[in-house]
């Protein structure tokens, strides 16, 4: 087996490309502590900057084919990581604008007579996002927030470990966040008992 630490970054891109997992995990090897460490001067959270870099190297993994680094790999994910980063800071200034002013509206006494359609139209949403996960992750997150299985009893259903169960929840967790936005995220783990 060759010794992807003393492979060139354009040479762990190609192969990359082509589907090597060790060149994948080399790559991850290579820059995760530099990138964690950007992100985590901008953010200021290290929850945060670990979801950024697990958000980057999934979609290095899941995108390797359709991936076209322009200048150099390294720049590639650092220009990566500051625009999640970017992003993350904006969804936080909306998310904040929003608690501000659900918090106004409160205060004024104020009701929405459509409330139940509303809810009805984000339990649509939330339904069509779960269903467009993968199969597995799909069925182990049902099984986990709609069913409300432990880890264990799903593991022991579907005939998996309870890390796979652990992981497949988490990343759908991830998934849904980024397709949803946070706060419908908080409403899919705070309704998710009733049936869509």
């Known amino acids: 087996m060759a010794d ?7 040479e762990l891109q190609h192969l990359l490309i ?10 991850y090897n290579r820059y995760k502590g530099v990138l964690h460490q950007h992100a985590l001067n901008m953010l200021k959270d290290r929850d945060e900057a670990k979801d950024v870099l697990q958000e980057l190297f999934t ?6 084919e359709s991936i076209h680094v322009q200048s150099n790999l390294s720049g590639y994910l650092y220009t990566g990581v500051r625009n999640r980063v970017l992003t993350m ?27 139940r359609v509303r809810e ?3 339990a649509e949403l939330i339904e069509k996002e779960i269903d467009a996960l993968p199969g597995k992750m799909r069925e182990v997150f049902r099984l986990s927030r709609i069913s409300n299985l432990s880890h264990k009893e799903i593991a022991e259903e579907l005939s998996i470990s309870e890390q796979t169960v652990r992981t ?19 409403s899919v783990l705070l309704n998710i008992r009733h049936p869509f």
């Open 4 to 10: 992807y630490s003393k492979l060139c970054d354009s």
């Open 18 to 27: 082509m589907g090597d997992t060790y060149a994948f995990t080399e790559i």
């Open 59 to 64: 979609n290095l993994w899941v995108n390797r």
């Open 89 to 115: 800071i904006a969804h936080r200034q909306v998310e904040s604008k929003y608690i501000s002013s659900l918090g106004d509206f409160i205060n004024k006494g104020e009701f929405i007579t459509d409330h």
């Open 120 to 122: 009805r139209q984000l």
């Open 168 to 186: 497949q929840v988490r990343n759908a967790l991830r998934l849904l966040r980024v397709k949803l936005g946070l706060l419908t995220l908080f």
